[in-house]
């Protein structure tokens, strides 16, 4: 009889606490810190294809564009 | 690693508004939410000045900081972008940013407001880079095609420069010292050196 009692006790324990082994079902929200999806590199793509060099030469060279004095003189 | 940043070169800025039009243009910006516009101050006075403002992308950005669900990030270029999939509209970002940078497209009748929306220094978002999703939510991804923002490219007058802000310094400086002025504005001295003891004399009889 004793042993059938402390069987139902711990099954009663176990069951009620079935509920608190949910998970979160919504986003969880931590202060400062980015919540979202990740974001690919700008170099993670056909173009480029992952070569992050090749990319920022890319830029470097675009961004020397604007400038009309070297553009003019040279 | 660039830091990408803008600057705008208020000597320069005409107000032509071709930012303004080439950013709503590319990114196919909805009516009502302007990325990027031209302020003028002192408009209509003598000296007036124009500046073309938009999110400046800061380094220590207060959107970022007052965003109660953490939709920012800033990506290893240092540009700031968020995810529109978490954005609550909330509009705390644009009470927080002193550049009037998050637009709000009206979603519905009785004001309500829609996600925000912003520059994203033609770097798009955290959508894969070049797919149709990045492209509805976000615009084109011109960084990932080697580009940089169609604003400062497409700028007739150069005013407005963007790209790795150390060779926008360079290349700003050089406008400075060639122009023979500018030494005297605000943090340049910061900077650059000194006013009475600038960096680099300007040339004599240099071009303006």
Not at chain 2, 57 to 69: G, K, L
Not at chain 2, 156 to 165: H, I
Not at chain 2, 176 to 191: H, L, M, P, Y
């Amino acid at each position: 009889m004793r042993r059938l009692t402390g069987s139902v006790l711990v099954a009663a324990v176990a069951l009620s606490l079935v509920g608190c082994g949910e998970h979160e079902q919504v986003v969880v929200y931590k202060q400062g810190q980015y919540q979202g999806k990740p974001d690919t590199k700008p170099w993670d793509n056909e173009s480029f294809a992952g070569d992050r060099a090749q990319w920022e030469a890319t830029i470097k060279a675009r961004n020397q564009s604007q400038n009309e004095y070297r553009r003019i003189n040279g | 690693m660039a830091r990408m940043k803008f600057i705008c070169d208020a000597e320069r800025c005409i107000e032509c508004n071709g930012c303004v039009t080439a950013c709503k243009n590319e990114h196919e910006v909805p009516w009502g939410v302007n990325r990027r516009r031209v302020v003028t101050i002192n408009d209509g006075v003598p000296g007036e000045r124009s500046m073309s403002v938009a999110c400046m992308h800061c380094s220590d950005a207060p959107c970022m900081a007052v965003c109660p669900v953490d939709c920012f990030y800033r990506t290893d270029e240092g540009v700031v972008l968020h995810d529109k999939d978490l954005c609550i509209g909330c509009g705390y970002c644009f009470y927080a940013c002193p550049f009037g940078a998050p637009q709000f497209p009206q979603a519905g009748a009785f004001g309500l407001r829609g996600k925000m929306d912003k520059c994203t220094f033609c770097a798009g978002g955290p959508e894969k880079n070049a797919s149709e999703d990045e492209f509805r939510k976000y615009g084109r991804n011109r960084l990932a095609e080697g580009k940089l923002p169609l604003c400062a490219e497409v700028c007739s007058t150069k005013a407005l420069l963007g790209g790795d802000a150390d060779v926008l310094a360079d290349i700003y400086r050089q406008r400075v010292t060639t122009r023979g002025k500018g030494a005297d504005i605000w943090g340049w001295s910061t900077a650059y050196g000194k006013p009475d003891a600038p960096a680099q004399q300007p040339e004599a009889g240099g071009k303006s």
